[in-house]
């Protein structure tokens, strides 16, 4: 199982090199909102090595910036921008939104951050019933559930 949670980290940390998107992350807001990942700026910064995993929201000019250490944890930080400002709840079954416009600022600079180094998803059930049957669909959006949550590893 561990293997399965390491390749599809990698998949989508991988995303953007294969040509999908710049970033994992403006490849996810285009699934949730087509043409919304113009108005976000994404900045990977820090190693995902450090001894805490964060992730830092600000608005500025007229863009929501979302940095963190990880993509996964600048996934993390995009659920918490969505939910807490744009009043956008994502659930597994409906995995798209319509975000409002103009998009709501961000006052002042956010930060959270966490020193739990494995954040991980699943019951072991879930992979012999249910995921031997699926396609790049639902693997897809399970893989942009698990980083808007902050899973990552297995």
């Not at 994992?24 to 090595?49: A, T, W």
């Not at 790049?136 to 980083?147: F, L, Q, T, V």
Request: aromatic share 14%.
């Amino acid at each position: 199982m561990s293997r399965l949670r390491a390749l599809l980290v990698t998949l989508f940390c991988l995303l953007p090199l294969i040509g999908f998107a710049k970033d994992p992350v403006s490849g996810m807001l285009e699934r949730i909102c087509p043409g919304s990942s113009s108005q976000f700026v994404i900045q990977l910064k820090g190693s995902p090595d450090s001894e805490e995993d964060y992730f830092e929201l600000e608005s500025r000019s007229g863009k929501i910036i979302i940095r963190g250490n990880s993509y996964v944890n600048i996934a993390t930080g995009l659920n918490w921008y969505l939910k807490y400002y744009a009043g956008v709840h994502l659930s597994w079954n409906c995995m798209t939104a319509d975000l409002p416009e103009p998009l709501p600022a961000v006052s002042s600079k956010i930060r959270r951050s966490t020193t739990l180094r494995q954040r991980y998803d699943f019951n072991y059930c879930t992979f012999s019933y249910s995921m031997a049957f699926w396609g790049w669909e639902e693997w897809e959006r399970e893989i942009d559930w698990m980083a808007l949550h902050g899973d990552n590893c297995l």
